[in-house]
Structure formats: structure tokens, C-alpha cells
């Protein structure tokens, strides 16, 4: 049993609930967060095997993988609390509820 | 008995209880606090599998540029209160779509920390500046736009589209 794999299902798996249980953007979005953490422990454990298993050459590959999606993933957050900090500076809704978003009257 | 062999676990389980603090909390900002408890546990998991120079780079970009901004931005929203979905439902979704990551961590063993001979990291480098020249473009240029497009759309004044 990988240790690092099963911690990574365990966090994608508390991560997926929260984010399915949630109606608020903000608790949605951290929830998207925990699970980008999972994604990325689960591809580096997977890296440590295919060193193992198939190529040492095949773990660079992950790692540029991995740095990119982290600073991708940086990008979205500044990206996506900007636009709603906007929306609620905007008074567009009361507050940052998905399903006010979807029924508010234009 | 061997201490290092207990770190990993203790980081594993560290991470798991404030993953669920992350979903739990009540304040916002208290959850985006514990994202980055959360996140410093997996750098050191990251570390701990081999890969200094990611768990560097996770701590410095991720948890100190990113939480910092998710802090900062739940800080000005003003907290209401949370409606919350059918949880049995949530849970058997969430169960049902992490299983194959559960079957995949049962059926792999576990290799240990990587070699030391691959973490040479000119290899690295050298794949990011030959192989991978137009993704890292990419990278930074979608790094900056977001940054132009944060700036624009929170200095943006009301009424002006």
C-alpha cells in the first residue's frame, strides 16, 4: 500500500464532499484548493513509482508538470477572488451564494 | 526504532485533519487558514518523496502568494450565513469519485524517497528550456494576465462596463 496515495485519496475524497456540500463560492473554491493539493501529491507519488518502475527519465517530465500547474494554479486564485470580490463590491448579490448568482433578476 | 519512518504518516495526518478543518470551519477566513497548515503538510510530504525543489516552490508561490490572496480577499466579504447541500448525497458522490484513487493506493507499493541520482536538477532545467520552452511561455503569460486582469477588475468603478 502507498502511504502517499492514500493520503491523496483521502484528501480527494474530504475535498470533492466539501465542495459538493457547499452553496458558497468561497468554500467551494478553498475546497478546490485542498483538491489541487491531492492532485499533486498523487502525481509526485506516481512519479517516485514510474522512477522506479519504468524510466528515472520519466519523473522530469511530472516535475515540470507539477511546477507549472502550481503557478497555473496561483493565476486561477488571483483571477477568480478578484472577480469576486468584484461582483460583491459591485453589489451585482448580497453575497457570494452560487444559487443567488443563478436566480438573481437582471 | 526508526523516527524518520513516523514523519510521513504524522504529515499525512496532519494534512488529513485540517483538510477537514478546511471543510468544517465556520469563518472563511479560518478555513483559508488552515489551507495553508494544509498546504505546508503536503510540502513536506513533496519533500519527503523527493522533490525539495517543488515543495520549495509549492510553500513560496502557493501558500505565500496564493492563500495569502484567498486571506485577503474572504477578509473583505462579508460572512453570511451558509445553506448547505444534501450531505449523504455529497458523501456517496465524493466516495464513488475517489475510489479508483483508493484502489490505485492499495494495489501500489510503496517505492520510499527518490534515488539520489534523480534529483539532479540541470536534468530539470534542461527539459523546462528544450522540451518544455513554449508551456513555461505560456505559464508566465497567463500569470500575467491574471495579475493585469485582478488589478483592472478590482480597481473597475461602479457603472463603468
Excluded: C
Excluded at chain 2, 489551507?35 to 510530504?45: E, K, P, Q, W
Amino acid at each position: 500500500m502507498n502511504i502517499y496515495l492514500l493520503i491523496s485519496a483521502i484528501l480527494f475524497l474530504v475535498s470533492t464532499y466539501g465542495i459538493l456540500s457547499s452553496r458558497n463560492m468561497v468554500r467551494m473554491l478553498i475546497s478546490i484548493e485542498v483538491m489541487f493539493n491531492a492532485v499533486v501529491l498523487a502525481i509526485l507519488s506516481m512519479g517516485n513509482i514510474l522512477a522506479y518502475k519504468v524510466s528515472p527519465n520519466a519523473v522530469a517530465p511530472l516535475i515540470s508538470i507539477v511546477i507549472f500547474s502550481i503557478v497555473l494554479a496561483v493565476s486561477e486564485i488571483v483571477l477568480v477572488f478578484s472577480i469576486m470580490v468584484g461582483i460583491v463590491r459591485f453589489r451585482l448579490v448580497r453575497d457570494v451564494d452560487t444559487e443567488e448568482l443563478v436566480t438573481r433578476e437582471r | 526504532m526508526d523516527l524518520t519512518a513516523l514523519i510521513p504518516p504524522a504529515l499525512g495526518l496532519l494534512a488529513l485533519i485540517f483538510s477537514i478543518m478546511v471543510i468544517a470551519a465556520r469563518n472563511l477566513v479560518y478555513s483559508a487558514a488552515y489551507l495553508s497548515i494544509l498546504g505546508l503538510s503536503v510540502a513536506g510530504l513533496i519533500a519527503i518523496l523527493g522533490y525539495p525543489i517543488v515543495a520549495v516552490l509549492h510553500i513560496i508561490i502557493y501558500i505565500g502568494a496564493g492563500i495569502l490572496f484567498i486571506v485577503m480577499s474572504v477578509s473583505m466579504i462579508r460572512e453570511v450565513v451558509e445553506r448547505r447541500a444534501s450531505k449523504a448525497l455529497s458523501l456517496v458522490v465524493a466516495v464513488v469519485a475517489s475510489l479508483p484513487l483508493f484502489y490505485l493506493a492499495i494495489m501500489a507499493d510503496n517505492p520510499g524517497s527518490l534515488p539520489q541520482e534523480l534529483s539532479d536538477y540541470s536534468l530539470l532545467s534542461r527539459y523546462i528550456s528544450q522540451s518544455y520552452w513554449l508551456p513555461a511561455l505560456l505559464v508566465f503569460l497567463s500569470l500575467s494576465i491574471a495579475l493585469i486582469a485582478a488589478i483592472e477588475i478590482t480597481r473597475a468603478r461602479v457603472g463603468r462596463r
